[in-house]
């Protein structure tokens, strides 16, 4: 597919991607005798080691965000003592539990997943459709999550991660991480509406940019190669709509330069060293 130059790159606003919630609320301890509750670090401590709600999604037991909650209710306790104040700083030495238990930051996983129709991109479904974390459930003993979302009926690349960092620099527009699709129209796509879609394109009120659009060669007019960096749902389906047409098939064959290389709709790999620092260097 021939890039298209001319198109702009990296304003568009994606959505924001974060693990599931824990299935429980968290519920505010009762006090015990034993348990002091700390709200500060030393003065001599403040400065060093990391925030304690990332220390805990870096865990793989929540995002930063559901933490902050946990902290605030009393899930947390550093070094046996209670800790509730938000921004408390955790060092190398401290011991950390949650609900009791020890934590410790997890091994960092990347895992590529070539999916499959009919599976939806979610941790869990209360109406027991099929997800994508059946396919990877032996890929890794640590809470993994994926990295953006591909509908139900899109087939493609997808990637799982408990890097959190990595998986908010990879779903933001502004990094233009590139995405390349194939797309099966309903029937030939007109030269003028190619044409169309290589211009302005304006969906509910938004600017799509389309960094390249094009035939696939060898392939019947209806076999379209499409190329961008937005992270809004079922946006291709509906940039097609958009000039009047149906997309029959949609299949993810680029996702931040990973392929499907030697990888076959169902099955799942590990990234390598160089295709994780590939990734980071983006």
Not at 236 to 244: A, P, T, W
Request: proline share 4%; hydrophobic share 30%; charged share 30%.
């Amino acid at each position: 597919m021939k890039s298209n130059k001319n198109s702009s790159r990296g304003r568009q606003e994606g959505k924001k991607q974060t693990p599931l919630s824990r299935k429980r609320k968290p519920q505010a301890r009762k006090s015990s005798p034993k348990t002091t509750v700390s709200t500060t670090n030393s003065s001599t401590t403040a400065s060093t080691g990391i925030r304690l709600n990332k220390y805990i999604a870096n865990s793989g037991v929540c995002s930063r965000r559901e933490a902050d909650t946990y902290i605030e209710h009393g899930s947390v306790e550093v070094n046996g003592k209670l800790v509730t104040e938000m921004g408390y700083k955790v060092q190398p030495d401290d011991i950390i539990r949650f609900d009791g238990t020890s934590i410790s930051p997890e091994e960092k996983r990347y895992i590529l997943l070539n999916k499959p129709k009919n599976y939806i991109t979610t941790m869990e479904d209360d109406r027991g459709r099929k997800t994508v974390m059946e396919l990877i459930a032996n890929a890794s003993k640590e809470r993994i999550y994926p990295v953006g979302r591909l509908d139900r009926n899109t087939t493609g690349l997808l990637l799982f991660t408990n890097d959190g960092d990595l998986a908010k620099k990879l779903t933001h527009p502004k990094h233009n991480v590139r995405k390349l699709y194939h797309a099966s129209l309903d029937r030939k796509l007109d030269l003028k509406d190619l044409e169309k879609l290589r211009g302005d394109v304006i969906i509910e009120g938004r600017k799509v940019f389309i960094d390249a659009v094009s035939y696939v060669d060898g392939e019947p007019k209806s076999e379209i190669g499409i190329e961008i960096h937005s992270g809004r749902n079922r946006i291709v389906r509906k940039i097609f709509e958009h000039v009047g047409y149906k997309v029959n098939k949609l299949d993810r064959v680029v996702f931040a330069e990973l392929t499907k290389k030697n990888l076959p709709r169902g099955r799942w790999r590990p990234l390598t060293n160089q295709e994780v620092n590939n990734l980071k260097m983006l």
